[in-house]
């Protein structure tokens, strides 16, 4: 097996594509190099990525770096039906908010997190009328919810499940251990399985 190459600003832009980096290795990357750390996985990447290409940070989108935007204080809605705040972040004051609204069992999710990029304009009636219809919805054992592109390792477990069922979980997270350390897709593979014998 070839051996991952270290995450340094040498590194070959298709030797970065293909190999697995935890998210904490990509933000350590981009703090060390003055590239924005905040976003998903997969925006990071590419800010990396753009990096190493051009050897200059990517130009980010003058909404989100507007620090006017940033800097406005959050505050609770003074009613459900308004609108949730350009500056929204899932912050402790929200979570307080919508404990108190859903109930204790409430927490920030990925899925409302892209529901509501793909929502604009929600009010805070919408995201606590959509995040009790997704708790519904995952009380149905048959119910697979779309795995978000940048959770490679959820989406590892549940194909490994699905070819595997008979197997325990200790072996499929040894099997993506092997798959994540090794260049090329991070995808599960039956081929995969030569780890445990």
Same mark, same amino acid.
Not at 47 to 75: C, D, M, V, Y
């Given at each position: 097996? @070839?051996?991952?190459?270290?995450?340094? /600003? @040498?590194? &070959? $832009?298709? @030797?970065?594509?293909?190999?697995?980096?935890? #998210?904490?290795?990509?933000?350590?990357?981009?703090?060390?190099?003055?590239?924005?750390?905040?976003?998903?996985?997969?925006?990071?990447?590419?800010?990396? =990525?753009? !990096?190493?290409?051009?050897?200059?940070?990517?130009?980010?989108?003058?909404?989100?770096? @507007?620090?006017?935007?940033?800097?406005? =204080?959050?505050?609770?809605?003074? &009613?459900?039906?308004?609108?949730?705040?350009?500056?929204?972040?899932? &912050?402790?004051?929200?979570?307080?908010?919508?404990? &108190?609204?859903?109930?204790? *069992?409430? *927490?920030?999710?990925?899925?409302? +997190?892209? %529901?509501? /990029?793909? *929502?604009? #304009? +929600?009010?805070? /009636?919408?995201? $606590?009328?959509?995040?009790?219809?997704? %708790?519904?919805?995952? #009380?149905?054992?048959? %119910?697979?919810?779309?795995?978000?592109?940048?959770? =490679?390792?959820?989406?590892?477990?549940?194909?490994? !499940?699905?070819?595997?069922?008979?197997? #325990?979980?200790?072996?499929?997270?040894?099997?993506?251990? %092997?798959?994540?350390?090794?260049?090329?897709?991070?995808?599960?593979? /039956?081929?995969?399985l030569k780890i445990l014998a």
């Amino acid at each position: 097996m @070839n051996k991952r190459p270290i995450l340094d /600003k @040498n590194i &070959s $832009v298709e @030797n970065f594509n293909n190999w697995y980096y935890e #998210k904490d290795e990509l933000v350590a990357f981009c703090r060390k190099n003055g590239l924005k750390t905040t976003g998903q996985k997969l925006e990071i990447k590419a800010r990396i =990525e753009h !990096f190493l290409k051009t050897g200059k940070p990517i130009q980010e989108s003058s909404i989100k770096n @507007n620090k006017q935007t940033k800097n406005i =204080e959050q505050a609770l809605p003074k &009613s459900i039906d308004e609108e949730i705040p350009s500056n929204y972040t899932s &912050s402790e004051l929200y979570r307080k908010y919508f404990k &108190s609204v859903i109930g204790p *069992h409430f *927490h920030f999710t990925a899925y409302m +997190m892209k %529901y509501m /990029k793909e *929502h604009p #304009k +929600m009010t805070f /009636k919408n995201y $606590v009328n959509e995040w009790l219809a997704e %708790y519904e919805r995952r #009380k149905d054992k048959s %119910y697979k919810p779309k795995i978000m592109k940048s959770c =490679e390792y959820n989406q590892y477990i549940r194909d490994f !499940f699905s070819d595997n069922p008979t197997h #325990k979980l200790k072996e499929a997270i040894l099997c993506w251990k %092997y798959k994540r350390n090794s260049p090329g897709s991070n995808k599960y593979a /039956k081929d995969d399985l030569k780890i445990l014998a």
